[in-house]
């Protein structure tokens, strides 16, 4: 499950810089931000979303190295390495209780730039000191580019055939980034769908390891496929799912919103999961996440981590 939250935060990260048209081409000459993004998900120490930042910041999580992550944890490791990563710059927005909060989703996305006053900022925006007519970007802020991410229950052993047809239109919205699940033992990312089956990569390939060269440049072919994808059926899921949207502009998650009244909630009574204006009165107050008082970078805030790598007997092969 680690390495389809890598596919699905990869994705994401393309269109922030490359725009969701970009296609690749093997051995065709990338832009300098398409080898930058790769060099983000490099299995070193040091990758602000490699295997060992992951897998570590899953401690937090509750999970050890080398057990099993589900789709709501890897979606809470993702929520909590996004905020060392200054160039990518995501507000990652992870739903509690199936519930998505379009007050607190614009709450933190709209982020003070570095000339405001946060305090100034703040007030204008909670505080309802902006005209009718205006918006934050007339001020001092900018929208944060969203990863929304939805883990949801779709059934107890199964996936409940009531929820398929909202499922599948979630693939169909122009924010989708697919979905994280698969079935016992095994993560898939899915990309889409076909009838009833659903269309997925299947992230289960060795591959040699690849490091970045002098120039920073990145051999690319293990990162792409290179056969079809895999397909199955809609109903052998296992109901634990991550739903995974890229807006990059308010107007995007405004259209999204307006997508999952149209779409997800049309003459449905069991809904995938709710869509509120307003934060829950008897929730806890949302604070927006923030990047912890530190001096070093995000690999080195992991502290146990040198000492993880330096003993080989303190690692178990597992056979799978």
């Known amino acids: ?150 883990p949801l229950r779709l059934g107890i052993n199964h996936i409940n055939p009531v929820y398929v047809d909202a499922f599948k239109e979630c693939f169909k919205m122009p924010q989708s980034l697919g979905a994280l699940g698969g079935k016992p033992n095994n993560a898939y990312y899915f990309i889409g769908f076909l009838g009833d089956e659903l269309i997925y990569l299947d992230p289960h390939t060795t591959q040699l390891f690849v490091d970045s060269e002098g120039n920073g440049v990145v051999d690319d072919h293990s990162f792409h496929c290179q056969q079809a994808p895999h397909r199955m059926k809609i109903l052998n899921l296992d109901p634990s799912v991550a739903l995974g949207f890229f807006c990059k502009e308010e107007k995007d998650f405004d259209n999204w919103c307006s997508l999952v009244q149209k779409e997800i909630h049309k003459q449905q009574s069991l809904r995938m999961f709710e869509l509120v204006q307003k934060h829950p009165p008897h929730w806890p107050p949302f604070v927006p996440p923030t990047k912890p008082e530190v001096t070093t970078t995000g690999a080195e805030l992991i502290e146990s981590m040198d000492k993880l790598f330096e003993l080989e007997e303190e690692f178990e092969i597992l056979s799978v």
Request: glycine residues 8%; aromatic residues 8%; proline residues 3%.
């Open 1 to 150: 499950m680690l390495r389809c939250g890598q596919m699905m935060l990869a994705q994401a990260l393309i269109c922030r810089h490359l725009g969701r048209d970009w296609l690749w081409e093997k051995d065709r000459k990338q832009p300098d931000e398409y080898h930058r993004i790769l060099r983000c998900f490099l299995d070193r120490k040091d990758g602000c979303y490699s295997i060992h930042q992951m897998a570590q910041m899953g401690v937090g999580e509750g999970k050890s190295i080398g057990e099993w992550f589900g789709p709501n944890t890897v979606a809470q490791v993702l929520k909590k390495l996004a905020l060392f990563d200054e160039w990518n710059s995501l507000a990652v927005y992870v739903s509690m209780d199936n519930t998505v909060v379009i007050e607190d989703i614009k709450k933190m996305c709209w982020s003070p730039s570095q000339n405001c006053s946060g305090a100034h900022c703040s007030s204008l925006l909670h505080k309802g000191g902006l005209g009718r007519n205006q918006s934050p970007a007339e001020f001092c802020c900018s929208w944060k580019p969203l990863l929304l991410i939805v």
